[in-house]
Antibody, heavy 115, light 108 residues
């Protein structure tokens, strides 16, 4: 059974950098794209970006200047870094497996940006 | 980017009734690469239907999807109590960013 386990800092101040990690177990890491998606409290879903096992990335243009998504095939982990956060970046952040269709999701990490 | 619009915003129904949810795209979704997710409070979304009409593993057959081009529909026959949730459509027919609709809440 594929499982995605996430962790990272849950409370940030404006201008700090968000950093999250997602570890994959129970399935192959190679051959898949891995995606980050976020959801503001009470809001809808926003695709942030994706990475494959070789490090190829695609980012949402609305966030591209601030995002870095990376993969570690040995550790079977993906990471998200989002620089210069503001209150608008407060959301639940999910990692998910897939490119375009997401069958497996992490449990979500609530990130709050507050002074 | 492709903008998805869902209607209605909220659908108030009773168990046993049929729910019909609509998703409209701002441009044609290539190859019907349109998915539906169910989300319950405090949970991650769950993929129900992929590529317009294919049920994901373990999804009951009361859920069905249809559509092509710019118009897609999720139908839930004989609503069960556990079906009351928010439903999102999502497309990946064009280059990233892959986009989600704003959601339809199905409640009692």
């Amino acid at each position: 059974q594929v499982q995605l386990q996430q962790w990272g800092t849950g409370l940030l101040k404006p201008s700090e950098t968000l950093s999250l990690t997602c570890a994959v177990s129970g399935g192959s890491f190679r051959g898949y794209y891995w995606t980050w998606i976020r959801q503001p409290p009470g809001g809808g879903l926003e695709w942030i970006g994706e990475v494959n096992h070789s490090g190829t990335t695609n980012y949402n243009p609305s966030l591209k200047s601030r995002i870095t998504i990376s993969s570690d095939t040995y550790e079977k982990q993906i990471s998200l870094r989002l620089a210069s956060v503001t209150a608008a970046d407060s959301a639940i952040y999910y990692c998910a497996r897939g490119r375009g269709k997401f069958f497996f999701w992490g449990q979500g990490t609530l990130v709050t940006v507050s002074a | 980017e492709v903008v998805l619009t869902q209607s209605p915003d909220t659908l108030s129904l009773s168990p046993g009734e049929r729910a019909t949810l609509s998703c409209r795209a701002s441009e044609s979704v290539r190859s019907s690469f349109l998915n539906w997710y169910q989300q319950k409070p405090g949970q991650a979304p769950r993929l129900l239907i992929y590529d317009s009409s294919n049920r994901a593993t373990d999804v009951p057959d009361r859920f069905s999807g249809s559509g092509s081009g710019t118009d897609f529909t999720l139908t839930i026959n004989r609503l069960e109590p556990e079906d009351f949730a928010v439903y999102y459509c999502q497309q990946y027919g064009s280059s990233p960013p892959f986009t989600f609709g704003p959601g339809t809440k199905v409640d009692i």
